[in-house]
T-cell receptor, first 114, second 117 residues
Framework: KAGVTQTPRYLIKTRGQQVTLSCSPI?????VSWYQQTPGQGLQFLFE???????NKGNFPGRFSGRQFSNSRSEMNVSTLELGDSALYLC?????????????FGPGTRLLVL | AQSVTQLDSHVSVSEGTPVLLRCNYS??????LFWYVQHPNKGLQLLLK??????LVKGINGFEAEFKKSETSFHLTKPSAHMSDAAEYFC???????????????FGQGTTLQVKP
């Protein structure tokens, strides 16, 4: 089975712009979660989608949003980019997103905001 | 609230010697615990997980971890380090908050493992 894929792998944007990142989960997985990784804050949960519905949300401002499509692919959007949004954005998928399940991570999208 | 504390931000060992990466957790219920590894410029790979079955969990690449409820610990060990083990390791707890029976992952701050020849 193919793993979790994320596109693009690298992005450079300037402050004030917006960006959309894409994640394709493992085939059959319906839960997709997004995480932000920065040197200062570590890995932080952004949100989780299941069956096109946001089920969990982390403590991030409303500039961060996401959606999931009927084929379980997910996108996250960051509007009005700030320098502090520079990070590695990781997507993870699992069958149903329950507590015990393993989440499988993609390689990430590295975003640099100038 | 659930949380994890990785007690060492950096661990250095010589190749062929044992590895010990320490993790304490805080949880108000029986947690699911994981160790993930991240090699430079790569995503996260699951090493092993504990989900209330056997307290000694064996993972990939010779790693194992023991769940000790009385000590609220989930330390990661390996008998003999290999150069390829050099990476960042994350102890993770699954957080019950939010929707019922769905988890989001709470990550520790990470431990960088250096393996010297």
């Amino acid at each position: 089975k193919a793993g979790v894929t994320q596109t693009p792998r690298y992005l450079i944007k300037t402050r004030g712009q917006q960006v959309t990142l894409s994640c394709s989960p493992i085939s059959g997985h319906r839960s997709v979660s997004w995480y932000q990784q920065t040197p200062g804050q570590g890995l932080q949960f952004l949100f989780e989608y299941f069956s096109e519905t946001q089920r969990n949300k982390g403590n991030f401002p409303g500039r961060f949003s996401g959606r999931q499509f009927s084929n379980s692919r997910s996108e996250m959007n960051v509007s009005t980019l700030e320098l502090g949004d520079s990070a590695l954005y990781l997507c993870a998928s699992s069958l149903a997103g329950t507590l015990e399940e393993t989440q499988y991570f993609g390689p990430g999208t590295r975003l640099l905001v100038l | 609230a659930q949380s994890v504390t990785q007690l060492d931000s950096h661990v250095s060992v010589s190749e062929g010697t044992p590895v010990l990466l320490r993790c304490n957790y805080s949880s108000s219920y029986s947690p699911s615990l994981f160790w993930y590894v991240q090699h430079p410029n790569k995503g996260l790979q699951l090493l092993l997980k504990y989900t209330s079955a056997a307290t000694l969990v064996k993972g990939i690449n010779g790693f194992e971890a023991e769940f000790k409820k009385s000590e609220t610990s989930f330390h990661l060990t390996k008998p003999s380090a290999h150069m390829s083990d050099a990476a960042e390791y994350f102890c993770v707890v699954s957080d019950l908050r939010g929707s019922s029976n769905t988890g989001k992952l709470i990550f520790g701050q990470g431990t960088t493992l250096q393996v010297k020849p």
